[in-house]
């Protein structure tokens, strides 16, 4: 009770630093920091505007569906008009003059044009899908990229709560070769123990200084890693409210297996990249098609003098309708050429989506026996500390007693420091497992509108 008591008054002044360098602390959780990382990481916002700039494509992709209205306007002043030249024998009809003028003083010619594709054999229905397919795929491409992120985030606030317990882990140690050291000094004042045990007592003290600080120093750099994915300053203090905990069992491999076939957004954005090659085969075909527009135009022109505006004897106006058939007879064997290219490259996308698919699966299995492991390993671990926990004391107790030897209670602590690093690590390990497993089975599902929607 004695040892405990002054143990406890050894820890309070470095409780007492920690509580005032925590005062001013933000404190984070594991879903805060997820938060955070999705509003600002840079890749995500990079992909952000990527989908935007698709969706942009998928509109004007349709735009050729639609009439198509121009509208044109000349209005010249003729600084010198220009003029015709007459054959001599042909001038006297002209009072002789073989150099004639043309036009008057200003010129006016505008039209309006109307014109509407009727029938491209599926151009335009093919470029559309084409379009939406891949606003579909980045669309996808940016859940990927979110859940590459929060993977990213997760292992460095694990790592972050690892090096938190290494260094609770280093200063226990510290606190108990300090207990160990005074104890000993006092003892060796006494004249109960010999030199030889103080100066290993002052060598254990030095041995667990180090590791303190280079704990802490990794605690430091665990900490920089996550600010940094969370888009938070360098100099911001950050004290994280979860733990390692070990969770719970993964589920059924089917299940898992069925989930990333639907979760996936690597699976899906390939599933999308397959449909454009699919479209792409039916834009090339359609290139042997003919082509049907309606046109429509209204024209306006006039010539004058003097005036800016023209006369109504001086502006004639038109208008005309018009059908128009074009129909490829020959080119080359260009459209042949497109159609295998196109072709192949379906072919290729669906063997990209197989391999990937297998690779998923695979990362799948593997991560869940990663976790299963993981799990496995931290069987025992808790009741080992409980073991050394209670070994320590004992050899305190024999110590204080004079039954045991300085050497049995240096052996204790080095095994209660162990068996603490060791669950920690294992909890450590059980997290970053489910967190790729969590990766591997997708979890992102792709915005849901119009324009993403798979239009085959």
Not at 29 to 57: G, H, K, M
Not at 125 to 136: F, I, N, P, R, V
Not at 169 to 197: C, H, K, N, P
Request: glycine share 6%; with cysteine; net charge negative.
């Amino acid at each position: 009770m004695k040892s405990s008591f002054i143990r406890l008054l050894a820890l309070l002044p470095m409780l007492l630093c920690a509580t005032g360098a925590l005062a001013g602390a933000t404190s984070l959780s594991l879903t805060e920091a997820r938060a955070l990382a999705l509003a600002n990481d840079e890749q995500i916002l990079q992909i952000s505007e990527a989908v935007a700039a698709a969706r942009f494509d998928a509109l004007g992709a349709r735009s050729d569906k639609l009439p198509q209205l121009n509208l044109g306007l000349t209005y010249a002043r003729n600084l010198k008009k220009p003029a015709f030249f007459l054959p001599a024998d042909m001038a006297s009809a002209f009072g002789g003059e073989s150099q004639i003028e043309m036009g008057g003083d200003y010129d006016l010619q505008g039209a309006a044009t109307l014109t509407l594709n009727l029938w491209t054999s599926g151009r335009l229905s093919a470029a559309a899908g084409m379009a939406d397919a891949a606003l579909s795929a980045t669309a996808w491409q940016q859940a990927l990229v979110q859940d590459a992120v929060l993977y990213g985030v997760d292992t460095a606030y694990f790592d972050a709560l690892l090096a938190t317990a290494q260094v609770d882990i280093a200063s226990s140690a510290v606190i108990a070769a300090e207990e160990a050291l005074r104890v000993t000094a006092a003892a060796y004042d006494q004249g109960t123990a010999s030199r030889f045990d103080h100066l290993r007592a002052k060598v254990e003290l030095a041995n667990r200084q180090a590791p303190l600080v280079q704990a802490q120093n990794m605690e430091d750099l665990a900490k920089l890693t996550l600010q940094r994915l969370c888009g938070l300053a360098a100099n911001a203090a950050i004290m994280l409210t979860d733990q390692l905990e070990p969770g719970n069992a993964p589920g059924a491999l089917n299940t898992l297996l069925a989930e990333m076939n639907e979760a996936s957004a690597e699976l899906q954005s390939l599933r999308q990249a397959k449909a454009i090659r699919r479209q792409a085969v039916r834009l090339a075909k359609a290139g042997r098609g003919p082509v049907v527009q309606l046109q429509g135009q209204y024209a306006v022109q006039g010539q004058w003098d003097d005036d800016i505006l023209p006369g109504d004897d001086e502006a004639a106006r038109s208008a005309s309708v018009s059908l128009g058939v074009s129909i490829p007879v020959f080119d080359g064997f260009k459209t042949k050429a497109e159609i295998g290219r196109s072709e192949a490259e379906l072919r290729q996308a669906e063997v990209e989506l197989e391999r990937v698919t297998r690779n998923r699966e695979l990362g799948v299995r593997q991560a869940r026996i990663f976790l299963m492991n993981a799990l496995t390993a931290l069987d025992g671990r808790q009741e080992s500390v409980d073991l050394a926990l209670e070994a320590h004391r004992l050899a305190l107790v024999r110590l204080e007693n004079g039954l045991a030897t300085p050497l049995e209670r240096l052996s204790a602590e080095l095994a209660l420091t162990d068996a603490r690093t060791q669950l920690a690590q294992t909890l450590h390990n059980c997290n970053t497992a489910r967190a790729a497993l969590t990766l591997a089975v997708g979890t992102h599902q792709a915005p849901t509108d119009e324009a993403t929607e798979d239009k085959r």
